[in-house]
């Protein structure tokens, strides 16, 4: 479990593989908080860890890093506000990974598959033709 902002930082710039696979461990939503705070130019490797919570990946939707939020776009655990906040990203290419998860909800499809962007609203009614693929 990875304790500390710090112990994070070590392994994910460390040169050894074994200590860099550490930064996939889980630690606590109070560390993981403390990682954005102290190290907000590791958020994408955050965003990477399978074990971060919802509420991680709410504060991660909001970053000003577009590619952050690109990242959390397509994660299967998000939940309503960040689905919504996603869909309405100034970016097209968050707003098309949201179009583009099968998690996302019917209804912010439904509102994609109207994107001025062709690419979002195409993929948004497909996903809304075909829900599981």
Same mark, same amino acid.
């Given at each position: 479990?990875?304790? =500390? #902002?710090?112990?994070?930082? $070590?392994?994910?710039? %460390? @040169?050894? /593989?074994?200590? !860099?696979?550490?930064?996939?461990?889980?630690?606590?939503?109070?560390?993981?908080?403390?990682?954005?705070?102290?190290?907000?130019?590791?958020?994408?490797?955050?965003?990477?860890?399978?074990?971060? =919570? #919802?509420?991680?990946?709410? $504060?991660?939707?909001? %970053? @000003?890093? /577009?590619?952050? !939020?690109?990242?959390?776009?397509?994660?299967?655990?998000?939940n309503r506000l960040t689905f919504e906040r996603l869909a309405n990203?100034?970016?097209?290419?968050?707003?098309?990974?949201?179009?583009?998860n099968t998690k996302t909800p019917q209804d912010i499809l439904a509102?994609?598959s109207l994107d001025e962007d062709k690419m979002i609203s195409e993929?948004?009614?497909?996903?809304?033709?075909?829900?599981?693929?």
């Open positions: 479990m990875i304790s =500390s #902002a710090e112990e994070f930082k $070590l392994c994910v710039e %460390s @040169d050894n /593989e074994n200590e !860099r696979i550490k930064a996939y461990d889980s630690a606590s939503e109070e560390v993981w908080v403390e990682i954005l705070c102290k190290y907000p130019e590791l958020s994408r490797k955050v965003a990477f860890n399978s074990t971060i =919570s #919802a509420t991680i990946l709410e $504060l991660l939707s909001q %970053s @000003d890093d /577009e590619e952050v !939020r690109w990242d959390i776009a397509m994660k299967r655990s998000l990203d100034n970016n097209p290419s968050v707003r098309h990974r949201i179009a583009c509102k994609l993929a948004a009614k497909k996903r809304l033709k075909h829900p599981y693929s």
